[in-house]
């Protein structure tokens, strides 16, 4: 008999998308009934325009708040518990269900996450209650090693854990930058009205971002490299005031969200990614494609940067001119940038949907059985 098992989405947005699809072929084998329940994409997270709804997902209610600047969300969970044998949520603080759940004597809970906060200051008692959730689990699937480490200090054994190595589906993307020609080349050449050298900024148009530290960065760039096009693909919040920028300067292109083969069109046609602020999945894309990433040694970039070395990217000093000359020094030095992207590749070697979805079912099984 199948054990039912639900992992829990606020939304699932589209890069997500592909390792619940490998997930699902492969938990029959497993004797797992796989269920995704997902709610919609709200406010910032609406703004993307990344949000995904598969045939097979179940659509659960769910409502959020916000509370001193703080973001809670609650979903309706009660049935989803008493129905399956194990049930995955995200080790989020805001999720008020959650807490709930994982204090619950008879619900199965497990998390997925980052380990702790990378991405934004917590004050001491909110890493406290971070870890205070996450030490209530069954079982604790992180992003990265540094993720899982992390709860093991805090306490989690680590014998309940699984590494996932969080992951874009570099094969597709490997697949459609093969299935780029010349003649698709030449056109967003056209489109985008690129010329000799060309940074790409891919991903959500928000705060974390640091897109008013990108839009300086470029200025000193495009004063310095002629031909310099900044070519910035995405939705977001700060959507409006990028495009209000972007009618001042002819080096600056704005332009929607792009994925699949538009995505593998546009990294065909860049010299490098620029990134001055968080730095998450991008990462995973800039190794697959061997277009090298340029970004800061800021505080504040998601686990997935631990995935870049000196050999693969380029992080700067956390200032606009050190990013400024940083890119254009890249830029401006092909052998350089080739070799990078050579050892991009093969460091993206063990990042793919299809391995991480392996190592998610295989935690899921000893989970069951732990």
Do not use: C
């Not at 010299?271 to 970004?295: H, K, Y």
């Amino acid at each position: 008999m199948p054990k039912r098992v639900t992992i829990v989405q606020e939304y699932v947005p589209t890069y997500r998308r592909p390792l619940f699809n490998e997930m699902r072929a492969l938990a029959p084998a497993h004797a797992i009934d796989l269920v995704i329940a997902t709610g919609s994409a709200r406010s910032s997270q609406a703004a993307r325009s990344d949000g995904t709804h598969g045939e097979d997902d179940l659509s659960i209610a769910q409502r959020e708040w916000s509370v001193l600047g703080r973001r809670l969300a609650w979903r309706q969970l009660r049935d989803l518990h008493r129905t399956s044998d194990l049930v995955v949520m995200e080790q989020a603080r805001r999720n008020v269900d959650a807490h709930f759940a994982l204090r619950h004597p008879r619900r199965r809970v497990a998390l997925w996450g980052h380990g702790r906060d990378f991405t934004q200051e917590v004050t001491r008692a909110e890493a406290r209650l971070l870890d205070a959730m996450t030490l209530r689990a069954q079982w604790f699937f992180g992003y990265t090693p540094e993720s899982v480490n992390h709860v093991v200090e805090a306490g989690f054994p680590r014998e309940r854990t699984t590494v996932l190595f969080n992951a874009t589906d570099t094969d597709a993307l490997r697949s459609n930058l093969a299935q780029v020609s010349e003649e698709s080349k030449t056109r967003v050449h056209r489109d985008l009205q690129l010329r000799e050298h060309t940074a790409l900024f891919i991903g959500a148009l928000d705060a974390s971002k640091r897109l008013a530290f990108l839009v300086a960065a470029g200025e000193i760039v495009a004063r310095d490299v002629p031909g310099f096009t900044l070519v910035v693909a995405g939705r977001g919040p700060e959507e409006v005031w990028l495009e209000r920028q972007a009618l001042s300067r002819p080096w600056l292109i704005t332009h929607g969200h792009v994925s699949g083969q538009n995505l593998a069109e546009f990294l065909s046609v860049a010299d490098v990614i620029a990134m001055p602020g968080r730095v998450g999945l991008v990462a995973v894309d800039s190794l697959a494609s061997g277009v090298p990433l340029v970004t800061t040694r800021w505080s504040d970039h998601a686990p997935e940067y631990a995935y870049l070395t000196d050999a693969n990217s380029v992080s700067s000093a956390d200032s606009v001119e050190a990013y400024a000359a940083a890119m254009r020094d890249l830029l401006l030095d092909p052998s350089r940038r080739a070799r990078l992207a050579q050892q991009g590749r093969d460091d993206s070697r063990q990042l793919s949907t299809r391995l991480m979805a392996q190592r998610f079912i295989d935690g899921i099984s000893h989970a069951l059985d732990s």
